[in-house]
């Protein structure tokens, strides 16, 4: 009778300590317990495509540039040792910052010149983001990335044929890139049916150091901030 107890005790035992420890320390415990226990230990990787509208913020960015449209591609992936809380995200988009033309009529010949000058912001980022990004319809987010971006513009003059535009004369006056380092803060959401989501959010952006008129070598540096607000499709692979 007494060994019998002693090995009912051990039994107790051995199982309040399997259900006391975390699972890095007791394997035995991280095993999911079935279909119903929502993939909190399977790592997800979430890939998403967006169209964006990024718009200038504050004086330095809107003396220079306008707002404009772009797309990007993100990629989240969340290890199951944080339970889908926490995961690690790297970004990239594009958008026309400035898309203007301006004509010029010389008063002796009346020809019409157009110069063409277009803008184009890039941004590759790595950060992190908060939020559940398990199982489940309704998941928000926060995150906050490091950024290198990219400033790229070109200009050019045109001499249009009206009758034939194919004769029209073009010339490039050359363009420009400066990269300059930044960062951003996002809030959004994504609205999960199975594997595949629905996902929008508003972004903050900040660069620093930006010449204030790239291709002028005593261009003053500025440090533009945007708004960005996004919305696109991703889908979850665990």
Known sequence: MGHAIRKRFAAIAYLTTVLALPPAVCPAAAQPSGPGDGGLHVPTVKLALYGLRITPSGSDARQFSSAGWGGGVRLVYSPATFAHGLGGALGFDVANLLDQTTILVDPHTL?????????????????????PHGRGFFRPFAGANVALHVYTIGTSLTIPDDSDPSRSIYQSLGSETHGAFGYDLALGTDLQYHRYSLEGGMRFLKSFNVPQQLGRADAVFIHPGYVQAFIGVAVTAR
């Open 111 to 131: 020809v019409r010149v157009e110069q063409n000058t277009s803008q184009y912001f890039v941004r590759f980022a790595l950060g992190g983001e908060i939020g």
